[in-house]
Nanobody, 120 residues
């Protein structure tokens, strides 16, 4: 079984920073793509930042210049460094990946999410 587990959320004041982690576990041969998404109350889930299959990065306009996505390939872990946080960054942050297991199986799991709350 392949799964993603997020951590690192919390309550922070506006202007503060948080670092989120997303760890992939299970029988994983390769991670083809991974990304961070945000689910805010009353809003649709939206992309925050992601790695494409070629390793390039894509950021939402709201994240550019403040957030940095990174990966530790050896640990199958992805990070999101969030600086200069704003109240509108509040939401549940979820990670998603396109993973390839041994034997040719493909998975696209979602983590359970980690809550980020930014107070003004």
């Amino acid at each position: 079984q392949v799964q993603l587990v997020e951590s690192g959320g919390g309550l922070v004041q506006a202007g503060g920073s948080l670092r989120l982690s997303c760890a992939a576990s299970g029988s994983i041969f390769r991670i083809n793509a991974m990304g961070w998404y945000r689910q805010a109350p009353g809003k649709q889930r939206e992309l925050v930042a992601r790695f494409s299959s070629d390793g390039s990065t894509v950021y939402a306009d709201s994240a550019k210049g403040r957030f940095t996505i990174s990966r530790d390939y050896a640990k199958n872990t992805m990070y999101l460094q969030m600086n200069s946080l704003k109240p509108e960054d509040t939401g549940i942050y979820l990670c998603n990946g396109r993973l390839q297991g041994y034997g040719g199986s493909y998975y696209s799991p979602w983590g359970q999410g980690t809550q980020v709350t930014v107070s003004s």
